[in-house]
């Protein structure tokens, strides 16, 4: 902004005529910036659309979520409406699962959005991997080359830890339901090999109960939060000592039970140590509908397996990056038809 010298300035005193004109400066710099800023708005505006050009659609996929704001955000664009599909999937990952992440794009999980795009309109199915945040900045910024790589993320605003997994499963499971509109909200984990064709035949059967938990049933210790240990010997007496619930690697909950989720408090219910647990607590109280499949801890590939993992040795694939490019060379594992299960 011109103006006096700082000799000038001080040495005259500020007449009327002087005032007026420093104010004139002073509005003509403000929108003169303003003018700039404006220019440089709209030249941003213009250029975003193009970088994004590869989204299909205009479809929401990797977007950053407020749990319990009730505010989404997009990684690059606002999020508008839910996108209606079959089912959604979200594939539970972590900042130390690269290497899991990249096996699985080599497998049965698209690497690029018109794959992905495609997976969804084969299978009704959509695909996103699911993760918190961590206050480690060189793993956030290494995420977030990866988002703008791939673009297939939910990011949630929750720190990504293991104690915390039954806060961040409530947080997927509310996300999805603000962000899709879809039949089933299916939790899967990053160390699992899927058939989607066949997950998706098993979601779209008719069934005649709208609350449902779909998953590899097991009979499993109520209390098995550590605080509560002194309470175990007490449980058998009392006849609660076990509940069914569904294995923690993959479980499908129907839209009517997911917004029965979406509706409670967080500090209303009684958490877990283990996520899968405490899922099937609250789908006990909630007394839906349990319906065991098999097929989804099968520990090899079969005609009608639709999860292959390691149970029970592992809680997933043991050496995930391995085995999974491993089945994925197995006829049985691609190129078997698709069957129906009989259960």
Not at 117 to 126: F, H, K, V
Not at 289 to 312: G, K
């Amino acid at each position: 902004m011109p103006s006096s010298s700082p000799k000038s300035f001080y040495a005259r005193p500020v007449t009327a005529s002087f005032s007026s004109r420093r104010s004139s400066v002073i509005i003509l710099s403000c929108l003169l910036f303003f003018a700039i800023s404006g220019f440089f708005f709209g030249i941003t505006a213009f250029l975003r659309p193009v970088r994004d050009s590869h989204c299909l659609n205009g479809n929401p996929r990797s977007v950053k979520v407020l749990w319990d704001h009730g505010a989404a955000t997009g990684t690059n664009r606002g999020v508008q409406g839910r996108h209606k599909v079959m089912a959604f999937v979200g594939i539970q990952t972590g900042f130390g699962s690269v290497g899991r992440r990249q096996s699985l794009r080599k497998t049965w999980f698209p690497a690029d959005p018109h794959g992905l795009q495609g997976l969804e309109e084969a299978t009704g199915l959509a695909f996103r991997f699911i993760i918190g945040r961590t206050r480690d900045r060189s793993k956030m910024s290494a995420l977030k080359k990866e988002v703008a790589e791939y673009d297939d993320f939910i990011q949630l605003d929750i720190e990504e830890e293991y104690s915390k997994l039954p806060y961040k499963t409530l947080a997927f499971f509310k996300a999805s339901y603000a962000l899709f509109d879809a039949d089933f909200y299916v939790k899967a984990d990053d160390d699992i090999y899927l058939r989607p064709d066949r997950l998706s035949l098993l979601l779209a059967k008719e069934r005649s109960h709208p609350q449902t938990y779909i998953g590899c049933m097991k009979k499993g210790p109520v209390f098995t939060d550590p605080k509560l240990k002194w309470y175990e010997p007490l449980s058998h007496l009392l006849g609660s000592e076990y509940f069914l619930h569904a294995y923690g690697p993959i479980y499908a909950l129907s839209a009517d039970v997911v917004s029965s989720l979406v509706a409670l408090r967080n500090n209303s219910f009684r958490m877990f140590s283990n996520e899968d647990v405490t899922i099937g607590a609250l789908m006990l109280a909630m007394n839906v509908n349990h319906e065991n499949n098999h097929e989804l801890c099968s520990p090899e590939c079969t005609t009608t397996s639709i999860a292959v993992w390691d149970i029970p040795k592992c809680s997933g694939l043991c050496n995930p990056e391995k085995r999974m490019l491993e089945l994925h060379e197995k006829d049985s594992c691609t190129q078997s038809p698709t069957m129906e299960s009989d259960e």
